[in-house]
């Protein structure tokens, strides 16, 4: 049997144990995914190992750190700078990026995107960022904090005290505001004028109707949450955890199924 496992902190509200362990039994795959709580993100290989794992998903905090300690690391996956997902090939460990082509998938109903803001900072703000810019977007990052803004040097970047405002067809939350609590990804008067003139929003929370969503909602906006980012990501990274021979389509059928479980 292969064991499979979610890393990370918080993890107690990760559903990828129910995605993965649903579309391994129906497609009679003899493996088991489970998650762990990992305080330090620097023992994320040695831990794996420990646990005599054959592949794993990383998630906040430490899908940063988690870059370093790979053997090979996919190009998209370097460019972003962050890794979602990890394998065990010939004893080495190699990192890949599943939520940016995840999230492109998961916004195939927006069509073609010129231009978008992303709110944050972080590695799902690189992953969404990458993945726009990939796809022909023209993107502005919108951090709280001017730290991480230095690893975003080719894309407009801004903190809330020097935001100047902007239209933009795309306005993303990629911050965990909203997981556990009811507050913006950024001040009221920041946000609802890009929410009055934005055609989409994003919101990467998934566990529940956001207040981000909810004044998209209001302002006219079309809305997607992250249920089905979360859904793709999943799909791609289980197929790599078995060298791509399974069928997408087939994989997420059984996924789509867990969520309503
Ligand atoms: N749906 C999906 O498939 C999916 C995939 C990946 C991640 N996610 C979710 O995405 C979220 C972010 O993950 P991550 O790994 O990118 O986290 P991260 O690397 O820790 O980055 C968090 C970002 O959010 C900002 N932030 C945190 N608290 C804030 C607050 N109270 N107000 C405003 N900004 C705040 C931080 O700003 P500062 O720099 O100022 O601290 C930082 O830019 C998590 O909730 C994760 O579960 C969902």
Redesign the pocket.
């Known amino acids: 049997m292969r064991f499979f496992a979610v890393f990370g902190n918080p993890i107690k509200h990760s559903i990828s144990p129910r995605l993965h362990n649903l579309a391994l039994e129906r497609m009679g795959l003899d493996g088991f995914y489970t998650r762990v709580l990992l305080e330090d993100g620097n023992s994320l290989v040695s831990k794996f190992k420990s646990l005599k794992l054959s592949g794993a998903n990383i ?3 430490h ?2 750190i988690a870059l370093n300690q790979c053997d090979v690391v996919e190009e998209n996956a370097l460019k972003i700078g962050s890794i ?1 997902t990890i394998v065990l090939k010939n004893d080495q460990i190699y990192g890949y990026n599943t ?1 940016a082509p ?1 999230f492109i998938r998961s916004i195939e109903k927006f069509g073609s995107i010129k231009t978008a803001i992303v709110l ?6 690189k992953a969404i960022a990458y993945a726009l810019k990939n796809s022909g977007a023209s993107v502005t990052i919108l ?3 001017k ?2 803004l230095e690893n975003f040097g080719e894309f407009k970047n801004f903190s809330w005290d020097t935001f100047i405002g902007g239209e933009f067809q795309l306005v993303a939350n ?4 909203g ?1 556990n609590d009811d ?1 913006l ?2 001040p009221i008067e920041i946000l609802e004028p890009l929410l009055k003139r934005a055609k989409f929003a994003f919101d ?3 566990n529940r109707p956001t207040p981000f969503l909810n004044m998209a909602i209001l302002n006219g906006a079309i809305c997607k949450n ?2 089905d ?2 859904l793709h ?1 999943a799909v791609l990274a289980l197929n790599l955890f078995y060298s791509n021979s399974l069928d997408e389509k087939t994989i997420e059928n059984h996924m789509r199924e867990a969520f309503s479980l």
């Open positions: 998630t906040i905090p899908k940063e979602n939520d995840g944050g900072a972080g590695g799902t703000a951090n709280r904090s730290l991480r990629t911050t965990p505001v997981l507050s990804p950024a990467v929370i998934y992250g249920s980012m979360l990501q």
